[in-house]
């Protein structure tokens, strides 16, 4: 029996738990990405100008070694969770109206609720520095400015990445939003160049 559709089940909330935990657990290298990057990176990958093989990108994900594996169940099991979140992503995007959402965190501090994208951010980066050379078309593009505000929320402290943020207004919604936006806005922009795909709907553009 094909376990394809296996492979296209949403991560539950419990799963989604045990994959973070995981990836911060001792049995990982320091540089393992959080899951906050890992979607980020899954994103890319799937928006991408073209498939990078799960291999790659999975090696990418712990930085510097490998896991200390502790069964080849276990092993599996990390990889089917991984497939899955990527394929989840992939479904989200392939619908007649594409939807997205990054997987993000929310600091409380002082009562106060802070949204942290740069983990995301960082994720998203890596996946189009993991295949450089296909994603310069989007330089000078139309989509150029939407690749351009992720990475200013990346390093927001920058002075011209403070100077793209600086631009946007309480219109454009929250970083998610806005991050949401960007995406949907890429993924179009790579679809246009690949007519036999269907093609997304235009996302609501942001002055920039």
Known sequence: MSRQPENYKPL?????YELAGFLES???????????AVNGLLTSIIIGP??????????YIWGQGQPRWQSQHQAERVASLLVR???TIALLLAQEKPVFAPLTYTRHEDGKATEIVGDWCFGFCCGVKLDNEAWKPVLGSTADPFLA??????????EIHAQILGKLSPENGTPAQVIATCVLELHRFWLA????KPAAPAGSAMPL
């Open 85 to 87: 979140h990527l394929n």
């Open 193 to 196: 160049r690949q007519p036999k």
């Open 12 to 16: 539950s909330e419990a799963e989604l």
């Open 50 to 59: 073209r498939p990078i093989p799960p291999n790659v990108w999975m090696n």
């Open 26 to 36: 001792p049995l990982v290298p320091p540089t393992t990405m959080r899951l906050s």
């Open 149 to 158: 505000l992720i990475r200013a929320y990346l390093e927001p402290e920058k």
